[in-house]
């Protein structure tokens, strides 16, 4: 018979650790949670490096070099005045929307008060709330009147050319105007959307409902047309610019940081954003339609022009800025070819 073998007891508590791997153990915890930390940290950091340069908006903060030409205020010859829209007529004046008396006034270069006319009514020559204004080829102004849904065409010295009532659409509190050449963009500010109304005041079109999406609109304040099929919509309440097309398309959307209750045009097809107080204060940003952001416009002493009601650019490229008791010129900087 095979001797049996003897069985060896294995023990079966754990080998002891080694004297150090405790402490190895939790060292390396313990760095672990600080690296995690750390990290933490350098994500706030550059999240708020990025946010300071409004990457998040597609941009870095940069000039856009503009020359301080004139400032118009009250305590003229024809007083003190709340203006709300701006624009070039004749060949070189200047037609202010006096929101605050119900009056369109008439301004040359130097500052002086040349004209002013209209009450609060409904009647010939009066208003209710006006607000927008634009001009034509031929240095005409027109003007949205707000509460008496209509348009009003004035030639520079205040002769009365053209009263077209938007008698169908719809339209409530239409503030903001422009003019393609051919017919009328209107920002039909209470009903969140850009109507096409031709010169008899007949709508013809209309884009858009309320929303945030591409498309949609919420409290609307301004509108221009470049004259090509383009249309530019100061959608105010959603922070932003629409581009559209002449069907109505959205093309590109501008995101801003504040509402946006105005945009201009210049002769070289830049764009001009006037922006509310929001981060960084009240701004006029400028936007190239190839190339993009330009620049947050700043005058020769290097300070941030103030955005405000409305904008407007005269044929020699002077940008006018407008909005309660004054209206603000500025000499804007040749396009780069």
Known sequence: MAPRKKSVRKNSAKAPSRPNE????????AGSSKNIVWILIAVVVVIFAVESMNLFHGEVVKDFPVQSV????????????NAWGVTPVGKDKIMV??????????????GNCLKSWGKVGKGPMEFSEPSGI????????YVIDTWNSAIKGFDENGK??????????????????????HNFVIADTGSHRVALVGPDGKLLVSWGSGGKEPGQYHGLLDA?????????????????VQWLDQDGKVVKIFKCRAGVPAV??????????????????????????????LGDLKDEKGNLVPGD???AVTHDDILMISGGGQVALYKLPPAHP
């Open 70 to 81: 004139l400032t118009i205020t009250g305590h003229t010859q024809c007083g003190d005045f």
């Open 22 to 29: 405790a402490g190895v153990k939790s060292s390396a915890s």
């Open 224 to 240: 221009v047309s470049d004259e090509k099929g383009n249309y530019f919509i100061a959608d105010s309440e959603n922070n932003r």
């Open 160 to 181: 009365e050319i053209l009263v077209a009532h938007l008698s169908n659409g719809n339209f409530y509190g239409p503030r903001g105007i422009g003019f393609d050449g």
């Open 97 to 110: 929307v006096d929101q605050g008396h119900d009056r369109i006034l008439v301004f040359d270069r130097q």
């Open 264 to 293: 201009a045009l210049d002769q070289e097809g830049r764009l001009y954003v006037s922006t509310g107080t929001g981060e960084g204060g009240s701004c006029v940003k400028a936007y190239s339609l190839k190339d993009g952001y």
């Open 134 to 141: 634009t001009s034509d080829d031929k240095g005409n102004g």
């Open 309 to 311: 009601r409305s904008l």
